[in-house]
């Protein structure tokens, strides 16, 4: 492991950027600095730089995102963590490894193919080092998952079928924000999905190859189903909806949220508490890929944003025998005594301070000729199903060996956003994609 005081600058400070500020001004701060914002909004470095003066700290220089190469040269930055919205990474990723800096780069990597043509020329050119944060392999859960395959248990892998729900809260946030533009975000098949690919590519330690699927918007927007059971007429904003709007998004019941968003649109006319049921969302609600891989498996996978719980189901199955994992992250959205929407409060439940475990999390494991039998699954420490903090001490110190192969890089930064870039293009034309086809860049190569 390797542990030394670096020199980091944060570009993007929205809602992203809280994790990896926490963790360098608290358990990281004996080896991070943070130097400088890269950031176009003076008023979200105004809410980070109060963050960082009451942890004791000096507020970094700022810079705006014209300036990213004079920021690394005059603050003498070692990492840039990127956690700007996702059309801008493959700008932000390229220019700061040509300028002489490491980069973390929160998921996805990049939206499209040239994005990741952009950043694969850079690599090569710069040989600077690019760190993925997939939180969801540290999760315990899902890397029990892959000791279980990794083990021979089930055999050799044949199928994966993998659904994911997004509850009305949760999926509904996707289109209120800019995600809602596909061409900000990619679709949910990128920004959301490209973590649950990453978990298929790693659990099967294999390469995406070839990919089928259909999608659209069938709940969310003028046109969908949800609208019909909405209150009319639809608010232009949340945060002046009418009280008791469950669909609406009011800003000023949460004092970060109007700090970051609310009280900064002034500077850059952004709006965060958009109505879901506006016209013009371009990003899909609804969808269904298959992806064949190299070594013969295949992937079905499906991800829905407005179903009444959270959570996922995935099974594997093998030549020997399968495994099925089931999480409920909630069981339901409930209307509270003003009629907001509130999540299920028994959803998990605290072993301690730090330490929580969903309660509909379960692992089995059933071989030929056999009786299913629950593997256990040890405990989680921090948010994304436990896997915060071991992937935040990997970040900033360096990971330790690891068996599981858990800490992610450039390539499977790519590898996880291919089955998305490749799944858009076969929604778009209705064909099979080959990834190949698609050109993301020799550095994947495996």
């Not at 390229?94 to 990049?110: C, F, H, M």
């Not at 049921?277 to 944003?305: K, P």
């Not at 405990?379 to 970040?395: P, Q, T």
Request: with cysteine; hydrophobic share 40%.
């Amino acid at each position: 492991m390797t542990e030394q005081m670096r020199r980091y600058a944060v570009a993007g400070t929205g809602h992203r950027a809280q994790m990896y500020i926490d963790a360098a001004l608290g358990d990281h701060a004996e080896v991070a600095e943070l130097v400088a914002w890269c950031e176009p909004n003076p008023g979200r470095m105004d809410y980070y730089d109060e963050v960082v003066a009451a942890a004791g700290g000096t507020p970094p220089a700022r810079y705006q995102p014209a300036d990213l190469e004079r920021m690394i040269t005059e603050q003498r930055v070692d990492v840039v963590i990127v956690t700007g919205p996702d059309h801008t990474h493959a700008d932000v990723v390229s220019r700061a490894l040509l300028a002489g800096a490491d980069v973390v780069v929160e998921k996805p990597l990049t939206i499209d193919a040239e994005g990741c043509r952009t950043i694969d020329d850079a690599v090569q050119r710069s040989g600077r080092k690019v760190i993925m944060t997939f939180n969801y392999r540290y999760s315990p859960r899902n890397s029990t998952l892959r000791q279980v395959i990794a083990d021979g248990l089930i055999g050799e892998v044949t199928s994966v079928h993998f659904e994911w729900a997004l509850d009305t809260v949760h999926g509904a946030d996707y289109f209120r924000r800019w995600h809602r533009e596909k061409d900000k975000s990619g679709g949910l098949l990128v920004h959301k999905s490209s973590h649950h690919f990453d978990l298929v590519n790693w659990w099967l330690d294999d390469a995406p190859r070839r990919v089928y699927a259909r999608g659209g918007l069938k709940f969310y927007g003028d046109q969908g189903a949800g609208v019909a059971d909405a209150p009319q007429p639809r608010p232009e904003r949340g945060t002046t909806a009418p009280a008791g709007d469950r669909w609406a998004l009011d800003l000023t019941k949460d004092v970060r949220l109007k700090r970051l968003y609310l009280d900064a649109e002034h500077h850059d006319g952004y709006r965060r508490d958009r109505d879901v049921f506006d016209a013009g969302i371009t990003a899909e609600d609804t969808m269904a890929v298959l992806v064949d891989y190299e070594r013969g498996a295949l992937l079905t996978y499906s991800l829905i944003a407005y179903a009444p719980w959270e959570g996922y189901r995935v099974t594997v199955n093998g030549t020997r025998g399968r495994a099925e994992l089931e999480v409920v992250e909630r069981g339901s959205v409930e209307i509270d005594a003003q009629g907001d929407a509130v999540l299920d409060p028994s959803a998990v439940e605290a072993q301690d301070a730090d330490e929580l475990r969903p309660k509909g999390e379960r692992l089995l494991v059933q071989q030929h000729w056999e009786r299913a039998r629950e593997v256990e699954i040890p405990m989680g420490v921090g948010s994304h199903g436990g896997g915060d903090a071991i992937l935040l001490k990997d970040v900033f110190r360096g990971p330790d060996a690891d068996p599981l192969g858990r800490p992610a890089g450039y390539p499977d930064g790519v590898r996880a956003v291919a089955v998305g870039i490749a799944a858009n293009e076969s929604i778009r034309t209705g064909a099979p994609v080959e990834i190949a086809d698609l050109r993301l860049g020799s550095t994947t190569d495996r």
